[in-house]
């Protein structure tokens, strides 16, 4: 195939993607919100997951073809973002927590007091 060819092969796929993509938000956007939302309870982070699964729907079905299933495709793919999201929020709070404690103890440099009972 020449690259023009190849070119356009792709423009199709994404313009494929696309269609899908925007048929499943307009028909399934709520539904899907709401169903990850009452597995959440986060209506705000169930609507960023819902966001970024929309998002790799747009990289991954021009490549590999829009799901037999796109809504299950997109509950799950936001199911699973939601989750990582999670777990970075939890990560970052522990980390804060652990900086202030070591910022704490550590004695200032700058203060020659600093540190001494």
Known sequence: MRPDGDARAREAA???????????????????VAL???RTRDVAGAEDALSDAFAAALVEWPAGGVRASPEAWLSTVARRKWIDAARRRRSA????GRLRLVAERRPDPRCPTSGSP
Not at 14 to 32: F, P, T
């Open 93 to 96: 709070e522990a980390a804060a």
């Open 36 to 38: 990850i939302a009452a």
């Open 14 to 32: 994404d313009a494929r993607a696309r269609r899908a993509a925007e048929a499943v938000a307009r028909r399934s956007y709520g539904k899907l």
